[in-house]
Every structure is written in C-alpha cells, then in structure tokens.
C-alpha cells in the first residue's frame, strides 16, 4: 500500500527567503507525482506534473524534482511572497490513476 | 477553458438524513473522480470512473455511499445515510484519457463542504 509522508507539517518563513518542501512515498513504482496548492477553504490547484520518465519541472518560481530510487521528491520556492500562503499537497499516482495524497505542509510566508 | 464545476459549495445536514452532491468535469474529459478531504489530511480518492464505468471503487463506504455518471459527462455523489464522520470536504476532479507513456493531470472542483450535526 502507497504512503505518502510529507514534512514538515507547518513552515513559516520571512519574505524573501527561499524554501524547501519535503514529499516521500513508500513504493517506487509511481506513473507519476504532482505538487498542489491548496486555500483555505478551496479546491486544489495543480503546481507540476513530473512523469515517473523525468527527474525535474519548474514553473516560475517553483522547481519540483523527483527521485524514484529513494522514494523523495522536494518542492522549491525561490524568493518566497506572502501571496505563496498556502497548504501544498504532494500526490503520487501509482496503479491506473488512483493519486495518493500526502497530508500536506502549511507554508505560512511573514511579510 | 472551464473548470470542474461542483454544487453546492456548502451542505448542513442532520446525522441521518441524505445528501448529495454534483459535479460537472471538464469538457472532454473521460476520467473522474471523487475525493473526501477531512480536516487536516490530505484528500483520499472514493471513485473513478472512466466515461460511465466504475475503474476504482475499493474505499467507496458501499453501505452508505453512492456514485453514478450517467451519459459519462455529468456525476452525483450521495450519502444515505449521513453519520457524523462524513463531515469533510468532497473534491471532484477530471483528467483526460493517459497518453502512452504519461498519466493524465488532475484538475480539481472546488469542493463541497459537508457538516454533519
């Protein structure tokens, strides 16, 4: 059974800094891994997509890398806003397309 | 482009009663899902289906729950009867058909939100 673990939990940090979000799953063999944002009190937003075939995405600000031998992948923020506020999720999906969720690490981002 | 559309937004209901809830996919899109979001976790999949076929309904509370996508556009998810751990938020989402080599992204509703008294 897939598990995924994502650490810390809550992060706060001052404007500015770079960051680095943690996601780990148990079974390497994944189709796929994807980062989320989440609002309080909305739906997700999808960040990057990484194919199990690829090693890294980056969109802006953001640069996801993916590790399958050793089951981790990191989410990083570079020069970090306020506006960056949110619970982001990591997902892995595995068999068909079934995506397994992390339980996510709250960004908090002081101006 | 459209987004997943969900309905309604917010549900109160008395332990017991019945509820259910809508979602519209993308446009196109031959593949969706249901997710239960509890506070402080993260979401956990219900069911999928592709077009109007059930692909994966193994943590789908089948006494309780149900979920139909009828025509393979439009689908309900209903909860008969409520208790009072289904309170949560319960996320839609679509994705089109994996291209060889590549499973297709997710893209989530923006959820309805369940309390059960």
């Known amino acids: 059974k897939q598990e995924v673990t994502q650490i810390p939990a809550a992060l706060s940090v001052p404007e500015g800094e770079n960051l680095v979000l943690n996601c780990s799953f148990t079974d390497s063999a994944i189709y796929n891994l994807q980062w989320f944002r989440q609002d309080p009190g909305k739906g997700l937003t999808s960040l990057l997509l990484i194919q199990s075939s690829q090693r890294e995405q980056t969109s802006g600000r953001l640069n996801a890398s993916l590790d399958k031998s050793s089951g981790r992948s990191t989410l990083y923020i570079a020069a970090s806003q306020p506006g960056d506020s949110a619970t982001y999720l990591c997902?892995?999906?595995?068999?068909?397309?079934?995506?397994?969720f992390g339980e996510g690490t709250q960004l908090t981002v002081n101006p | 482009e459209a987004g997943v559309a969900q309905s309604p937004r917010y549900k109160i209901i008395e332990k017991r009663q019945s509820v259910a809830f809508w979602c519209n996919p993308i446009s196109g899109h031959a593949t969706l899902y249901w997710y239960q979001q509890i506070l402080g976790q993260g979401p956990k999949l219900l069911i999928q289906f592709q077009n109007n076929g059930v692909v994966d309904d193994s943590q789908l509370p089948k006494d309780r729950f149900s979920a139909e996508r009828l025509k393979g556009v439009d689908s309900t998810l209903k909860i008969q009867p409520a208790k009072l751990e289904d309170s949560a938020v319960y996320l839609c989402?679509?994705?089109?058909?994996?291209?060889?080599?590549?499973?297709?992204?997710?893209?989530f509703g923006p959820g309805t939100r369940l309390t059960v008294l």
């Open positions: 989402a679509s994705s089109s058909l994996a291209q060889r080599g590549a499973i297709g992204e997710q893209f």
């Open positions: 997902a892995v999906s595995t068999s068909g397309s079934r995506l397994t």
